[in-house]
C-alpha cells in the first residue's frame, strides 16, 4: 500500500552527525504514522522513533532520546530522522516504516507497521 525508499545511510566518525530521508508512495495523500527502526548484527529489530502525520506528536527509544530528532514534511512524503553524537552502538541497518492503522496512537513493535523500506546502512567508527 505504500512504498518506502530510505537514503543517506553512510560511514561516519563518533560524535558525528547524519539525517536520513525516507520518501514515500503509494498513499501519500492519507495520515498515518512513520517510523523509523533499525538491526544490528545478530539482534533483533528495535524502535528507534516515530512521528504522528500532523507532526504533533513523536517518540523516541531511551537509547536515542535527546541525540535524535524524527520529522517529516507531508508536502514532499518524506520523513527524516536527524541523527547527532553518533556513537559506535548505533551501527545497524535503520529501516522507515509506516503504520496504517494506529489512528493518532504511536506505536513502537515491528509487527503494528505495514510497510518497510529496503533498509539504509548507518556505520559508526570509534
Known amino acids: 500500500q505504500v512504498q518506502l525508499v530510505e537514503s543517506g545511510g553512510g560511514l561516519v566518525q563518533a560524535g558525528g552527525s547524519l539525517r536520513l530521508s525516507c520518501a514515500a508512495s503509494g498513499r501519500t495523500f492519507s495520515s498515518y504514522v512513520l517510523g523509523w527502526f533499525r538491526q544490528a548484527p545478530g539482534k533483533e529489530r528495535e524502535f528507534v522513533a516515530a512521528?504522528?502525520?500532523?507532526?504533533?506528536?513523536?517518540s523516541y527509544a531511551d537509547s536515542v532520546k535527546g541525540r535524535f530528532t524524527i520529522s517529516r514534511e507531508n508536502a514532499k512524503n518524506t520523513v527524516y530522522l536527524q541523527m547527532n553524537s553518533l556513537k559506535p552502538e548505533d551501527t545497524a541497518v535503520y529501516y522507515c516504516?509506516?503504520?496504517?492503522?494506529?489512528?493518532?496512537?504511536?506505536?513502537?513493535?515491528?509487527?503494528?507497521?505495514?510497510?518497510w523500506g529496503q533498509g539504509t546502512q548507518v556505520t559508526v567508527s570509534s
Open positions: 512521528i504522528s502525520y500532523s507532526s504533533i506528536t513523536t
Open positions: 516504516a509506516a503504520d496504517l492503522s494506529s489512528g493518532w496512537r504511536l506505536r513502537n513493535l515491528a509487527a503494528d507497521f505495514d510497510s
